[in-house]
Structure formats: C-alpha cells, structure tokens
C-alpha cells in the first residue's frame, strides 16, 4: 500500500524566510501529486499539480518539484507571509489504480510577523 | 461556479441513527469522491464514483453507502452511526480520471456521534 509521508509535521519560520515542505511516497507508480493549502476548519485549496511526465509546476512564489524515481517531491515558497500560516498536504494519485488517492498528514506552517 | 458544496456544515448524531451527508458540484465533473479526516492519519478516501451510476469503493468503505443518479450530487450516507464516525467528511470532484485532472474539494462536514 502507497505510504504518504511529510516531515516535518510542523515548522515555524520568521516572515520574509524561503521554505521547503517535504512530501516522500514509498510507490514511484503514480499519476500524479497534487500539493493543497487547508485552513483551520476550512476544505482543502488546490495549490500546484504535477503529471508523473514533469518535474516541476511553478504558481506565483510556490514552486512544486517531482523526482517520481526516488520517491519525492518539494513545495518551494519563496518570501514567506503570515498569510501562508496554514496546513500543506500533498497527494499522490496511484497509477494502477486511478481512482485512488493517498494523502500525506501535512505540516502546519506558521509564519511570524 | 460555486464549486462543490456539502451540507450540513455540522451534525451531531446518537449512535445508531441513520443520516445523509449532501455533496454538489456545479463543474460537470465526472469523478467525485468522499474523504474522512481524523487527526494523524490524514485524509482517507470511502467511496469513489467515475460517472453517474457508477461507484466503487475506497480504502475505509464500511458503515457508508452512495449512490450516484446524476452527475451533479454525490449523497454520502451512514446506515447506522457509530462513534468511530466521528470526523470531518470532505466531498472533492475531478474532470475526470486523467493525470492533469487536479481535485477541488468542498468546505466539509464536521460529525460527532455520541
């Protein structure tokens, strides 16, 4: 069974700070991995989303990259805000079975002013 | 759009009562599925659907049933709660099945079964 994981759990950086969220998955057979922003009490906010074919997906001041043969991918966010305080998940969508996602357990950010 | 949308936001059950959790989208999207969150263990997929008619189930489908009669609503519904279904319910909708197709998901239902 695919095992999605992401350390580290929490991370608290000063604002201004580049930062990089780990996403790892035991099983290289994915589809793709999808990177999501959730708030306290609120749904999940697609961020980026990268193909099994690509490497990297770049949205504004987050940059996503994908080394599907060792397993990994990283969420880049460059100049961070206190407005980017949240929980990060990545997904990974298994490629023998396309209707299957697996979710990491996410880091919580929190950026100080 | 309003995306996809999920009511009731909150719910308190007794145990063995019966209830409907609701999810809509208005993207004509094809796949639509049902998420359970529950502290630690991330979100954990119960129920899939690829088309209107169509559904299968995920890796936690026990206590939960669906159907799929149009392409817009997706029901979630528990037969007969128990407090192990206690979570957050997130209902999400893709195009379709393919590798560039991103899930957006709605804004949950908090459950609590006493």
């Known amino acids: 069974k695919q095992e999605v994981t992401q350390i580290p759990a929490a991370l608290s950086v000063p604002e201004g700070e580049n930062l990089v969220l780990n996403c790892s998955f035991t099983d290289s057979a994915i589809y793709n991995l999808q990177w999501f922003r959730q708030d306290p009490g609120k749904g999940l906010t697609s961020l980026l989303l990268?193909?099994?074919?690509?490497r990297e997906q770049t949205s504004g001041r987050l940059n996503a990259s994908l080394d599907k043969s060792s397993g990994r991918s990283t969420l880049y966010i460059a100049a961070s805000q206190p407005g980017d305080s949240a929980t990060y998940l990545c997904?990974?969508?298994?490629?023998?079975?396309?209707?299957?996602?697996?979710f990491g357990t996410g880091t919580s950010l929190t950026v100080i002013p | 759009n309003a995306g996809v949308t999920q009511t009731p936001k909150f719910q308190v059950l007794k145990t063995g009562q019966s209830m409907t959790l609701q999810c809509a989208q208005d993207?004509?999207?094809?796949?639509m599925s049902w998420y359970r969150q529950d502290p630690g263990m991330g979100l954990r997929l119960i129920h899939y659907?690829?088309?209107?008619?169509?559904?299968d189930q995920g890796e936690v489908p026990n206590g939960y049933n669906v159907s799929r009669s149009t392409t817009e609503d997706f029901p979630l519904r528990l037969l007969s709660a128990a407090p192990s279904q206690t979570s957050v319910y997130f209902c999400a909708s893709s195009l379709g099945q393919g590798a560039g197709n991103e899930q957006f998901f709605g804004p949950g239902t908090r459950l609590t079964v006493l």
């Open positions: 990268i193909q099994s074919s690509q």
């Open positions: 659907s690829v088309g209107a008619g169509i559904t």
């Open positions: 997904a990974v969508r298994h490629e023998e079975n396309g209707n299957q996602f697996y």
């Open positions: 993207m004509n999207h094809e796949y």
